[in-house]
């Protein structure tokens, strides 16, 4: 079975703070994306990587960067946390350019 | 831009009922069409996916349908049980958009005992 591990369930942070979110993949899997979900919102492509060191902004990256120094490891950064960033973020990865299979998540509080 | 759109929020149907969620997407370029079950507390886990050269596809328990002509899906769930209720998300995805979904905001299925 594909497993995506995220480094924390839960996180609350202040505002200003420097937020690192984790996501490991163990398959192998060439993509891996970082998602935020809100209700009413559904969710949104934040940031992908189809190779090591390689990424690409999705529909809302500002505010955020990312950093793949690993294949099957890819990390969300929050540079100066706001509360606007309270969120559940998902992590996912594939590898073909289809089906995406998804960590547990990590709910942020920014205070 | 390109939207993916479920047509309930909440669907509540009876244990042993069949349900029938739906979702609507705009983009013709879509080929790949994929449902997501999400529990409470947990990441979205995918349940079935479809082609566009396809407009049925079986797993168990669970139909998707596929109308490109009104772009279309739907997954079917047969005789629901207390374990289906949770949030379930469709995404479209294209061949031209390499590897992005684009996901709709989700229809929360309560099945009653």
């Known amino acids: 079975d594909v497993k995506v591990t995220q480094s924390s369930r839960y996180l609350v942070k202040r505002t200003g703070e420097k937020v690192f979110l984790e996501c490991v993949q163990d398959?192998?899997?060439?993509?891996m994306f970082w998602y935020r979900q809100d209700p009413g919102l559904g969710l949104r492509l934040i940031y992908f990587?189809?190779?090591?060191?390689?990424?690409e902004k999705g529909d809302i990256p500002e505010g955020y960067s990312v950093s793949r120094e690993k294949k099957e490891r890819f990390s969300l950064i929050l540079e100066s946390a706001s509360t606007n960033q309270t969120s559940m973020y998902l992590c996912a990865s594939s590898l073909t350019r289809d089906e995406q299979y998804f960590g547990p998540g990590t709910r942020l509080t920014v205070t | 831009g390109e939207s993916v759109g479920l047509h309930l929020p909440t669907l509540s149907v009876q244990e042993g009922d069949n349900s029938i969620i739906n979702c609507a997407y705009s983009n013709s370029a879509s080929d790949y069409f994929i449902w997501y079950k999400q529990e409470s507390g947990k990441g979205p886990q995918f349940i079935i996916d479809?082609?566009?050269?396809?407009d049925k596809r079986q797993g168990q328990r669970v139909t998707v349908l596929l109308n490109k002509t009104v772009k279309h899906l739907s997954l079917q769930i047969a005789a629901t049980q207390p374990g289906d209720s949770a949030v379930y998300f469709c995404a479209t995805g294209s061949s031209s958009n390499t590897g992005k979904l684009i996901f709709g905001q989700g229809t929360t299925l309560q099945v009653k005992p």
């Open positions: 398959m192998d899997h060439e993509n």
């Open positions: 479809i082609r566009s050269n396809m």
């Open positions: 990587s189809y190779d090591v060191k390689m990424k």
